[in-house]
């Protein structure tokens, strides 16, 4: 078996491994000092993407010996990039002629091929080391990811690229972390962890609202739909009681106001149901303001 196929095979044992077992744990492990002893190279790390596989084990698990051995593997694999740019530089000061003309002549497809992939072999690196926007995309990344009802995402962008993404256009914004950048943060993570508004976190997940959407969407906007109902009864109740205010009523002494118990009233009748219903009655005390209705 080659090394590239033991590695694709320690990659998908490390993928199924749940983080809060304790003997995953121990596998985990044992699977990362396998790694080390393996004579990886620079093309076995781009095909397989390890480096991403290893990395995502060391933010998700609590193991300190798998958070150490994770990262000095990652180290050491890195260290590929610099010995790659160190033969590329010493070999473009030998010829100046040649170093120009490969500059001046585009890309083609494979130079950017090769482009693309090599990045994906290695973790991104964050773009601050402000510790309140690590620890804002830190709980970002907990609300984007928590799954309810067995949801999954395979294929889209994981939580914590989504948080870094999420974050970075909050601060955008307000170009600095005051109680403004905090407060918009924590109506985010508040409406991505209700447990009654799934929608909104799949939308996220999946790309139907972009972080750029999300990042300035109101509370009306990001409310669960039992919400949004309440609110719609609360607004259609607001402007009927605005409609009936502007509409002149007919005054009378008929009707006792059952607050102050004055009788200085003025009524107004609207059809509410169907029209082989009676009418409503809404009164209006001129006195103290106190309103309601009958049929």
């Given at each position: ?7 694709l ?36 790390l ?18 300190e ?16 990039l ?9 070999g ?38 402000d ?9 970002l ?134 029209s ?20």
């Amino acid at each position: 078996m080659s090394v590239e196929e033991d590695v694709l095979r320690i990659q998908r044992r490390l993928t199924k491994m749940a983080s809060e077992d304790a003997k995953g744990q121990e596998q985990a492990l044992d699977l990362l000092k396998e790694l080390q002893r393996m004579d990886i190279n620079l093309e076995v790390l781009t095909k397989t993407r390890i480096g991403m596989t290893v990395n995502a084990l060391r933010k998700s698990t609590k193991d300190e010996e798998v958070i150490s051995l994770a990262r000095t593997l990652i180290k050491n694999w890195k260290k590929f990039l610099s010995a790659r740019d160190s033969a590329a530089a010493g070999g473009n000061s030998t010829s100046n002629s040649k170093k120009e003309k490969k500059e001046d002549r585009p890309k083609d497809d494979k130079d950017k091929e090769k482009d693309k992939k090599l990045p994906c072999s290695f973790p991104p690196v964050s773009n601050t080391t402000d510790s309140v926007r690590l620890k804002c995309r830190e709980m970002l990344a907990v609300a984007i990811g928590a799954e309810v009802g067995g949801e999954e995402f395979d294929g889209c962008a994981s939580p914590e690229d989504l948080a870094e993404e999420l974050e970075e256009c909050i601060y955008q914004e307000f170009k600095n972390t005051d109680m403004r950048y905090k407060n918009r943060v924590r109506s985010r993570i508040s409406n991505l962890k209700d447990v009654k508004n799934p929608q909104l976190r799949m939308n996220f997940r999946v790309g139907a609202i972009p972080a750029a959407r999300l990042a300035v969407m109101t509370a009306e906007e990001m409310a669960n739909d039992e919400i949004k109902k309440v609110r719609e009864r609360f607004m259609k109740e607001a402007i009927n009681d605005a409609q009936l205010a502007t509409v002149q009523g007919t005054k009378t002494e008929m009707l006792k106001c059952g607050k102050c118990k004055k009788k200085n009233c003025t009524y107004n009748q609207l059809q509410t149901r169907s029209s082989d219903e009676p009418m409503t009655t809404f009164v209006l005390c001129n006195e103290c303001g106190n309103r309601w209705k009958f049929c």
